[in-house]
């Protein structure tokens, strides 16, 4: 869906039901479908390519009477994962970090498929129509690999399908994503990206209407996350080479990972005196944390170590009362109270130092 589509599909939904509730309003019906009427949507984070073989070829592969080769040449799948009734093949170039990739998905989608063929799915896939007739996948992608691992695709399923495309796919789809434990990290990531800029357009949207945008508990809520959860996802999203080490393999644990980075981006401010950061210094800091990851030394100056919590300039009287005389607590910072630790003199400073940059600007 294309960007222009998804503003006048949001103009359109604004105009027909209270904008909280585009995400619960949505028409759907549980169906048994074709699984050869079903795409997956090489959109979403969940994907990786792959190409459906029909049961015959499927069990050609399994007795050798079809080569890779054939398989690769009919489908056009180099570079590519072909699935079948009780067959994957990959198809990426041997031993390529693509081919390692793709190895660990067949490993999940395998795993899957033994547990769909000796019991029903709980939480079936979810589709919606295409003009063409057929449907989409919009949510459950390894799910549905794994039938078609298991029961081939002349077969049919149990799916959940939607009336429609639904207004915020990519919003529903990273709900899933920041729900399950067992997906991959770099899915996640990427899910949240592609969600902040559907909820981005939801936003423009919602001021041409001369309404406002949302806040960020109203975005964190929409998103299906605590706060909490939403500034973790804003960090590890904040530098490229963050998420490019995830996309190559990386398995650091999101909140380790976090605390990485704040501590890079603690110590690049105390080295060059400051409290804000502009596009260079983020680029510099983007370069600090590549070297980091790839276990390489920054041979940075030591950080100057701060004798108080109060670095930061407050710009205006406003800000100084707001400060003195209100429960800052309150306010939408995007600071999640309930995890700080206030015996960390690091963290405390932090989101001091971060309350009264919100303060400047607002």
């Known amino acids: 869906m294309n960007t222009v589509s998804l503003a006048q599909n949001l103009a359109a939904a604004l105009n027909a039901v209270d904008a909280d509730r585009l995400l ?3 028409p759907y019906d549980y169906k048994s479908v074709f699984i ?4 997956p949507d090489t959109t979403n984070p969940r994907f990786f390519p792959a190409v459906m073989m029909s049961d015959l070829h499927a069990l050609q592969m399994l007795e050798r009477k079809l080569t890779k080769q054939q398989l690769i040449t009919r489908y056009d799948a180099k570079d590519k994962v072909v699935i079948g009734k009780g067959c994957i093949v990959n198809c990426f170039e041997y031993g390529t970090n693509e081919w390692k990739k793709a190895n660990q998905s067949i490993e999940s989608i395998t795993e899957l498929a033994a547990n769909v063929a000796v019991s029903e799915i709980i939480q079936v896939p979810t589709i919606y129509p295409l003009e063409s007739g057929d449907y989409q996948i919009l949510t459950g992608h390894r799910r549905f690999f794994a039938l078609v691992f298991a029961n081939g695709i002349n077969s049919a399923a149990h799916f959940k399908v939607y009336d429609k495309c639904p207004v915020l796919p990519k919003t529903k789809q990273f709900q899933e994503n920041a729900s399950r434990e067992d997906l991959p990290q770099y899915g996640k990531l990427q899910a949240f990206e592609d969600a ?3 909820i981005e357009t939801l ?4 001021k041409r ?3 406002k945008a949302l806040t960020v508990r109203q975005t964190a809520s929409t998103l299906g996350i605590s ?4 500034d973790n996802y804003n960090v590890l999203t904040r530098y490229p080479a963050v998420v490019k080490a995830y996309a190559d393999g990386c398995s650091t644990p999101f909140i380790q990972m976090k605390k990485l980075i704040l501590k890079i981006e603690s110590d690049y401010k105390l080295e060059f005196d400051k409290n804000i950061l502009n ?5 510099n800091i983007n370069e600090r944390i590549t070297k980091h990851l790839n276990g390489e030394t920054t041979n940075n100056t030591p950080p100057k170590k701060k004798s108080s919590y109060f670095q930061v300039k407050i710009k205006s009287v406003s800000a100084l009362k707001t400060l003195l005389t209100s429960n800052v607590t309150e306010l939408e910072t995007g600071i999640c109270w309930d995890e700080l630790d206030w015996d960390d003199h690091k963290a405390v ?9 919100f303060l400047n600007k607002v």
């Open 203 to 206: 936003n423009n949207t919602r």
């Open 24 to 26: 619960i309003e949505q």
């Open 209 to 211: 209407m001369g309404n």
């Open 227 to 230: 706060m909490g959860a939403f």
């Open 196 to 198: 902040l800029l559907e």
């Open 349 to 357: 400073e932090e989101t001091f130092n971060k309350i009264v940059e």
């Open 279 to 283: 596009a260079i210094d983020k680029k």
């Open 36 to 39: 050869s009427r079903v795409h």
